[in-house]
């Protein structure tokens, strides 16, 4: 079974698809996917379905929905004669709950993962080419929001805030490799649009500082500062980073003529270089 969810939900079994275009059984799919291989409740499939209100009919509701389920992969196993599974043997019925099995097939989260890791591994490595090469074509596997085109319930919820999540830490970790490479003048644009995505992402607003910093643009990148310092303080009561805070000092001593150039200020290269600061701020972590 191959499986696409850094975008629009596409499962497919023998190359045919088996995507119910009904929103509720697309809903169960998704959870039944994101959750392959282990066994989902038929409590968390009724939280995901209906919050904490289930109707009276949730469980035949919920046993229709896997029929249909069932009818799907049915209907794809069924040209091939040579194999016997049943839809009962792809989708299992199990003690508690439901079991979708993955028989091994692609997925693009666990593609997406292995090419973000060797990206990683390649920063560790200072091997910047390599790493932005690697990361560039993790990121090239989302054509949009994950699950973009299923209503996301409490668990559907915690799972696409944990992608993007990841997706975030690999775009930090490829525009860091990047400027490693020089290429600040080409991230510029990028680093815009994510700058005002991403309002109090103090990582890629360092990002940001130094891009513009390194393209002569010294006093864009303070005010890019004192933007982000706003922000912060306004909106969730903080400070910028010690490290950003560094970078900023550094920018505003620099000589007129733009040198030296500040180093850059996202920490370390591996998947944690933004830090642990609150959710969504993406603090830099400590130089040095």
């Given amino acids: ?3 696409d969810i850094l975008g629009t939900l596409a499962v497919r079994e023998k190359g045919f698809s088996i995507t119910p275009t009904a929103p509720k059984p697309r809903q169960v799919l998704a959870l039944l996917v994101v959750q392959a291989d282990q066994m989902v ?3 968390m499939l009724s939280e995901e379905l209906w919050g904490g209100r289930p109707p009276r009919s949730a469980r035949p509701t919920l046993q229709t929905y896997i029929l249909q389920l069932r009818e799907l992969i049915t209907a794809a196993l069924e040209p091939d004669a040579a194999d016997a599974r049943t839809a009962k043997d792809v989708l299992l019925t199990v003690p508690g709950g439901y079991l979708l099995k993955s028989g091994g097939g692609g997925s693009d989260v666990r593609e997406f993962e292995r090419l973000a890791g060797l990206g990683y591994r390649a920063m560790d490595a200072a091997d910047f080419p390599e790493a932005a090469r690697q990361l560039r074509a993790a990121l090239a596997l989302w054509s949009g929001p994950p699950l973009a085109d299923v209503h996301a319930g409490v668990h559907l919820a915690t799972q696409v805030k944990r992608l993007e999540e990841s997706r975030l830490c690999a775009l930090d970790q490829r525009i860091e490799a990047d400027l490693r490479l020089g290429r600040h003048r080409e991230l510029l644009a990028e680093l815009t649009v994510l700058v005002s995505r991403y309002p109090t992402h103090e990582s890629l607003c360092g990002q940001y500082m130094l891009a513009l910093y390194r393209s002569g643009r010294r006093g864009e990148a ?8 706003a922000t912060l303080v306004r909106s969730l009561g903080l400070e910028p980073s010690a490290a950003l805070s560094k970078l900023q000092r ?3 001593m620099a000589r007129p003529d733009g040198s030296p150039a500040p180093a850059p200020a996202s920490g370390s290269a591996g998947p944690g270089s933004t830090g642990s600061g609150p959710a969504g701020t993406g603090r830099l972590a ?3």
């Fill in 222 to 229: 303070l005010d890019a500062y004192q933007r982000l310092r």
């Fill in 1 to 3: 079974m191959d499986t």
């Fill in 41 to 43: 409740p038929v409590g």
């Fill in 286 to 288: 400590p130089v040095g």
């Fill in 250 to 252: 550094s920018i505003l």
